[in-house]
């Protein structure tokens, strides 16, 4: 069970992520920039747009409307209270081994 939990936390991240780097996402181009899979993880996203952490819009496209997600000001604050000390305390490495600072 922890293992699952903890699974779910950098999912999150990955989504905080996400739409902070891209502005706006559609739910297809979401899951597949997070590796996830529609069907098994929407229930996140659904989670995540309840505690305001994410901002979901439906746009209408011809007969069809499509869902795009924008990260929300909660989501903002999470990234800057939790995830940018983490970031610097623990960089991220790019491909070449180096870290990105």
Same mark, same amino acid.
Do not use: A, G, N, V
């Given at each position: 069970m922890v293992h699952e939990y903890r699974d779910r936390i950098y999912i999150r991240k990955d989504i905080l992520l996400k739409l902070y780097d891209y502005g706006e996402l559609n739910q297809s181009k979401l899951m597949s920039y997070c590796g996830l899979n529609n069907v %098994?993880? %929407?229930d996140l996203l659904d989670d995540m747009v309840k505690k305001n952490m994410i901002d979901k819009v439906e746009e209408a496209w011809g007969s069809k409307n499509i869902i %795009?997600?924008?990260?929300?000001?909660k989501g903002r604050e999470i990234l800057r209270e939790i995830l940018e000390p983490y970031e610097s305390l623990f960089p991220r490495m790019n491909p070449k081994g180096s870290s990105n600072v």
């Open positions: %098994k993880h %929407k %795009k997600y924008r990260i929300s000001e």
